[in-house]
């Protein structure tokens, strides 16, 4: 039997996407896996983002296919991947979520596996509400959250400043976006992939 995982990430600058590619890496690595990455839709006009600066690192993954909701239903795991504004998920992923009522209804994402990974700008700057805020929608659709059990010992690494929670991956990216996931934050997200891929394995197999 395979098991489907889908990791649906928004990403503005690149992090949350080089996060991204790492998860989906990590799940790959178990065996009768099919792993599928998408992004949300963007909703800042592009005059805005090229403003920003961001419009340059979106077209580096500007080659990953928009995340619909109806094909959610499809999944047995769904990794989730936001940035922090203000200690909250994006308006980008917020406005995804926000399109599955009907799915809420009908129940089409019950007993699915959930999980979440984020970036922030400081050490202190929401990595964690972020993501436990992201759990409450998962679990009013009736998903199984997955986080990063501690048996992944770079969670415990205090010999570098990086992100890693209990509750997901994490990065810092500095104020300014220059910082760049380390490896030590990419092989968290790696375990996490690997991780929530064995558990909707096993979850699939019953």
Partial sequence: MTTRIQV??????????RMAEAVAEGAREVADTDVSVYQVAELVPDEVLEKSGAKAPRATFAHVP????????????????TPTRFGNMCA???NFL??????WMSGGLIGKVGSVFSSTASQHGGQETTITSFHTTLLHQG????????SEARLLNMDEISGGTPYGATTLTKADGSR??????LAIARFQGRHVAQIAAKLAAK
């Fill in 8 to 17: 649906v990430f928004y990403s503005m600058y690149g992090h949350i996407y």
């Fill in 143 to 150: 998903m199984v959250i997955v986080g990063v059990p501690y």
């Fill in 98 to 103: 926000d399109q599955t009522g009907g799915l």
């Fill in 180 to 185: 760049l996931p380390s490896e030590n934050e």
């Fill in 66 to 81: 928009v995340a619909t909701v109806e094909q959610l239903v499809n999944a047995d795991a769904i990794i989730f991947g």
């Fill in 92 to 94: 980008q992923m917020r």
